[in-house]
């Protein structure tokens, strides 16, 4: 049991603030990365 205490203690713990924005896509189903290397590509 002692372990298990020390073990939870020792872990560390990040999180990040998510906006929803990666998972939105455009009329062509593209992520926005997606649609910007399209972008660069076609250039």
Known sequence: ???REN???DQTVISYQQTGR???TNELGMRE???RLCECIRN
């Open 33 to 35: 990365m997606q649609a």
């Open 22 to 24: 990666s998972s939105h």
């Open 7 to 9: 073990y939870r203690k």
């Open 1 to 3: 049991m002692e372990l």
